[in-house]
C-alpha cells in the first residue's frame, strides 16, 4: 500500500510540564512533584502521532530565536517529519505551553510566540505542498486568517481537509463550507455551537466529536452514532486528542472508511494515555492494531 502523504499546518510548543497532587488555588503556593520539558503543540503532536502511525508527514509552522526552537526541529528530524522552513522568526520566541498535570488530568495555559507567525502569506510561498498531499490537518493554535486561507487552498485544490477546532473560536463560513471534517470535543462542540447557530443544521455531517474515556461520535442522517473507546491505565491525557486526529487522518488517507478510521483512532488515543508525555506516549502502527486484533478476538 502507497505510503499516505499527511501536511500539518499548525502550532509548535515547547510544553512545560509540572506535575502536582494539588493545583493551587488563586494566592495560593504548593510544593509540586516533578518538572519536566518536552516538544509540544497541537499541530506538532498530531504530525508526530501521523508519523508514528505509518505516514509520511510534512508540517508548515514556525519557530522562535531560541533553544526551544532548535530543539523542535531536531525533535522531528529524529522522526522522520519534513519540516518545511526552519528559517526562525527573528526576536519571537517559539510558543510554549505551561501544564499542569493534577489527578490524572491537565490544564494548560498557551503563550503562541511564532505560531503567531504563521501567517496567510507565509503558507502562501508553500502551498504547493499542500496541494501535493494526500490530506491536510490543521488547529487552531495558529491565525484564523490563516487557517481560512488553507481552506481556500485545499477547496480549489480539491485536497480533503480536518480541522480541529483548539481551542475553540468562531470559524469562518469559508473553513466551515470547505472542510471534510471537524473534530471538537464535547466542550469545543458547545462553544461552536454558540458561535454557529446553523452549525448542527448545515454541518452536522461533517462533524466529530471526541468524548474522553467514552470515545467519540458523529452523525449519520442527523441521528448520533457512537464509536466505543478501549480500556487504559491512565498516567497523562496530555496529547490523546492530538494522537486521535492524527490517527484519523492517516487511516481516511490510506482509504479506510470513516468507521473503521474512528476505532483506529479511539484505539490509538487510548494507548497515548498510558504513558508519560504528549509525543513519548504516541503509540505505533503496529501496537494500534495489535490491540484492535486483541479486543476482536476476545469478542
Known sequence: MTIPK?????SLNMDLVVT????????ETVIGNDFVTTCGGKGANQAVAARELGSDVTFIGRIGYDVYG?????NFKSRGITFVDETPVKN??????????????????????????????????????????????????????TVDYLATICKENDVPLIVNPAPASALTDNILDACTYITPNKIELDQLKSYHSNLMDDYIDKIIVTNGSNGCFYYEDKKEVS???????VVDTTGAGDTFNGALVSE??????????????????ALSVTKFGAQSGMPTRE??????????HNN
Not at 70 to 74: F, V
Open 6 to 10: 499527511i501536511m500539518v499546518v499548525g
Open 20 to 27: 502536582t497532587d494539588i493545583v493551587p488555588k488563586t494566592g
Open 70 to 74: 532548535k530543539e523542535i526541529l531536531e
Open 92 to 145: 519571537v520566541p517559539t510558543g510554549l505551553a505551561c501544564i499542569t498535570l493534577a489527578d490524572k488530568d491537565n490544564s494548560i495555559i498557551i503563550v503562541p510566540g511564532a505560531n503567531a507567525h504563521v501567517t496567510p502569506e507565509f503558507l502562501e510561498v508553500h502551498k504547493d505542498k499542500v496541494i501535493d498531499s494526500d490530506y491536510v490537518l490543521t488547529q487552531l493554535e495558529i491565525p484564523i486568517e
Open 227 to 233: 464509536i466505543g473507546s478501549f480500556k487504559a491505565e
Open 252 to 269: 481516511l488517507a490510506r482509504g479506510k472508511g470513516l468507521k473503521e478510521s474512528l476505532r483506529f483512532a479511539n484505539a490509538s488515543g
Open 287 to 296: 501496537e494500534v492494531l495489535a490491540i484492535l486484533e486483541e479486543v476482536e
